[in-house]
């Protein structure tokens, strides 16, 4: 279940690199919806980018969920734009930038709907992985992170973290509305995104099937903070990159205990395209669910050869 979905947060200049330019951030998730369900972009004319020319991880995603023979149920968690590819409609829009306003004024709706969708899908399957693709969304969870009193930074798209650009969003916000360390339904809906929202709703739900938060340290957070809403630790867990874990290993040691946590052993280092190569240079890391997806390919495909270069290839499709 792909969670795709806007915060105003993203559009402030180097916070993130989840799109060419900061306005364009705001379109990114409904392109990777977009390559998830229809193999191509459909709203522009090419996947999303970084300003290096980077492409999204949603090509990584797509190209390991058609080996595993996995399909995505993609739920709107905030669009700023209709994808053209059937999805959950919620009726959300973006989330706010909590150093102006309160993030999520539909939190309880956003909530209400995923309780909704965990009873639709709870034990129809062995394992639900709930993925994200929220440009801004590290920096909206290092906020809740924050105002309940832990003081962690979250990864970033970049190689170079702009730790100080969020810490001053984060700074911001909390001198507008304060801490929450006893109430962390009230710090997500001050300072977080509908993704956190929705997802958290359709952790209290579902019971009978195990439930994967695919992602970086946005879904760390949310682990750490499922546990303090819902307290429902069993059958929940991590999978996230190594290249997330190398970047922020002491915040994700932090939330997610060692045995709820997968690590996707996932290398680009023999790519023959640039673009991903760069991953090891510690652009992107993270996104669209691609560590866990990647996960999935290597349970179902055992010749990792075989997954690289069907990433590979699809990746030069998108670029044709």
Not at 45 to 55: K, L, V
Not at 184 to 201: K, T
Request: net charge neutral.
């Amino acid at each position: 279940m792909l969670l795709a979905g806007s915060t105003e947060v993203s559009k402030i200049p180097g916070i993130t690199s989840a799109g060419a330019s900061p306005e364009l951030t705001m379109i990114t998730p409904v392109v990777d919806s977009e390559i998830i369900v229809a193999d191509r972009p459909i709203s522009t004319g090419e996947p999303p980018m970084t300003p290096d020319g980077i492409p999204t991880p949603a090509i990584v995603t797509k190209a390991c969920l058609d080996l595993a023979g996995v399909k995505c149920l993609v739920v709107n968690a905030g669009y700023a734009a209709t994808p053209k590819i059937p999805f959950f409609q919620t009726n959300l829009g973006p989330a706010k930038n909590p150093a102006e306003e309160k993030s999520l004024p539909d939190f309880r709706h956003a909530f209400e709907m995923g309780i909704y969708l965990g009873k639709l899908i709870d034990g129809r399957f062995a394992r639900i992985l709930l993925a994200e693709s929220i440009p801004g969304g590290t920096t909206t969870s290092q906020a809740v992170l924050s105002s309940m009193g832990l003081n962690l930074n979250t990864s970033s798209t970049m190689p170079s973290d702009p730790v100080d650009i969020k810490r001053e969003v984060v700074r911001k916000a909390i001198d507008r509305a304060g801490y929450y360390p006893e109430n962390p339904e009230m710090a997500v809906e001050q300072y977080g995104d509908y993704m956190m929202a929705i997802a958290l709703g359709v952790s209290k739900s579902v019971r009978d099937s195990a439930l994967v938060f695919s992602g970086g340290t946005q879904m760390s957070s949310l682990f750490y903070i499922n546990n303090k809403i819902n307290k429902n630790s069993s059958k929940r867990f991590q999978v996230t990159t190594r290249w997330v874990m190398n970047h922020r290993r002491e915040t994700i040691e932090t939330l997610v205990p060692p045995q709820n946590l997968i690590v996707s052993d996932i290398s680009f280092s023999g790519m023959r395209e640039k673009g991903l190569r760069l991953y090891e240079e510690g652009n992107v890391r993270e996104g669209a669910g691609m560590g866990g997806a990647f996960w999935l390919a290597s349970l179902k495909e055992k010749n990792m050869e075989k997954i690289y270069a069907n990433i590979e290839q699809f990746y030069r499709r998108l670029r044709q």
